[in-house]
């Protein structure tokens, strides 16, 4: 038994050394092959060939198999540049998202393209009378502003230091009376409580619609889920939605300013799970000025 269990035991420690080997091995191998399709990718974009350069960047991003802001910076700005708008606003918002680890540089040139992009589909909007989504109400912009990281973390130092003041003020008795300590409790309990209340919210809203982005150039909105259902309006590719539904291949979603309709699932990139990936899409060229590349791409 001794030698058989030991003939075993070898046999389990040589297939482990293999399996790490090929891990080790296929790392590096998995490396290059994003490099060499981010490469080709950033040729293809100088050269103006959009569409080769959409095909290397997607490529990279299949095989890096999670979001990266590099990634999606490049894929945002070529497909700016083939006029798909809802996909370039997807990307460029993927590549600001913290999740993909953004630097800062990456960052601000994402919001620049943004910008540039939100131009264009807003000219799209007025050319085919398309909804791009009217003004978001006062609320709808302060649950955006409440979902970022930082306000959570003030909302649990606020009330972290109103304890350690009150806790403070119990035990040393030069503080028991007058002072700011009350002010300083009350205030930092009322920011504990108003930022942490804000940032629930956001998140719960988050939870209960996630936002998305529609894809393409426009976007056909049923009033039911169904193709033949009667259309409820033209969307412009790039607004942002809150998906609220989800029917047989269809997705309920809300743009700002109460405007609901059904569209088809495809249509629609999620933004609270970037593991989702969307279709590849085309689009014509877009004869706007041109948005400016990514670190990959010239």
């Known amino acids: 038994m001794g030698g058989r269990t030991g003939r ?3 046999m389990w ?5 293999v399996a790490a080997i090929v891990v080790m091995w296929a790392r590096p191998a998995a490396a290059d092959a994003v490099d060499d399709a981010m490469a080709r990718g950033a040729a293809a974009y100088a050269e103006g060939r959009y569409e080769d350069a ?6 990279a991003a299949s095989l890096l198999g999670e979001p990266n802001a590099i990634v999606a910076y490049n894929l945002g700005t070529t497909y700016a540049q083939l006029g798909d708008l809802g996909r370039a606003t997807y990307y460029l918002t993927v590549a600001t998202d913290p999740r993909t680890h953004p630097t800062p540089e990456i960052a601000e040139r994402a919001r620049a393209n943004l910008n540039e992009v939100r131009r264009r589909a807003e000219l799209v909007a007025a050319a085919e009378k398309a909804q791009l989504g009217r003004q ?17 973390w003030a909302a649990l130092v606020s009330g972290f230091f109103a304890l350690v003041v009150w806790f403070v003020r119990r035990k040393i008795a030069r503080l028991a009376r007058g002072g700011l300590g009350p002010a300083i409790i ?6 504990y409580v108003v930022l942490g209340a804000l940032h629930g919210l956001a998140l719960r809203a988050d939870a209960t ?5 529609l894809l393409g150039r426009t976007v056909t909105v049923y009033e039911r889920p169904s193709r033949h259902a009667p259309e409820a309006f033209q969307a412009v590719g790039g607004a942002e939605v809150r998906i609220e539904d989800r029917v047989s291949g269809f997705v309920r979603v809300r743009l700002p300013g109460n405007l609901v309709g059904w569209v088809p699932a ?7 799970d970037l593991s989702v990936s969307v279709d590849a899409g085309g689009g014509g060229r877009s004869a706007s000025r041109t948005v400016r590349a990514g670190s990959a791409a010239p």
Do not use: I
Not at 136 to 152: F, K, N, Q, T
């Open 8 to 10: 075993w035991l070898r």
């Open 13 to 17: 420690c040589l297939a482990a050394l």
């Open 54 to 59: 959409r095909e290397a960047f997607e490529e």
């Open 136 to 152: 978001a109400s006062w609320w709808a912009l302060l649950l955006d502003a409440a979902r970022a990281p930082w306000v959570g």
């Open 186 to 191: 009350v205030v930092a309990s009322v920011l």
């Open 209 to 213: 619609a996630p936002r998305g982005v």
């Open 266 to 272: 495809s249509q629609v990139g999620r933004l609270d």
